[in-house]
């Protein structure tokens, strides 16, 4: 399977069942929370997700690849466990680069929206707005 098909599948998937081999071992991540190196420390972030967000959901608007970058234009919604069960909604993209072998060894996200506007979802009961 190619590298996109890969990632269409890990995107409907989301987040059981991702194909972490796709991830160099050393693999940078980044996004507005958090930033470090690791396919381990990777895994764990997905883990987390899986475990303490309620109906996560990634959905894939757009695909496309440029020699070794990838681009995915995404939105991430998800319920937060709080007693008035907020729902949380974030568009954005990613931007992956790729390693000779197809192995991804850069992989950082970008939201349309900041992180105050996702700490306000909590409570106003609105998403955020590009």
């Known amino acids: ?3 996109l098909e890969i990632l269409e599948a890990d995107y409907r998937n989301f987040p059981r069942n991702q194909t972490y081999r796709i991830y160099a071992e050393d693999v ?3 996004d507005p929370l958090n930033e470090f190196r690791g396919r381990g420390r990777y895994q764990q972030m997905i883990q987390f997700i899986n475990t303490w967000f309620l109906d996560p959901n990634l959905e894939l608007h757009q695909i496309q690849r440029t020699d070794n ?6 939105t991430l919604s998800w319920t937060t466990p709080l007693p008035w069960r907020p729902q949380i909604v974030i568009s954005g993209w990613s931007e992956l680069q790729l390693d000779h072998e197809e192995q991804i060894i850069s992989h950082v996200d970008y939201w349309h929206c900041s992180r105050w506007d996702v700490l306000k979802q909590h409570f106003s009961g609105k998403a955020a707005t590009p």
């Open 28 to 30: 940078y991540f980044k």
């Open 1 to 3: 399977m190619e590298i």
């Open 69 to 74: 970058q990838i681009r995915t234009d995404w």
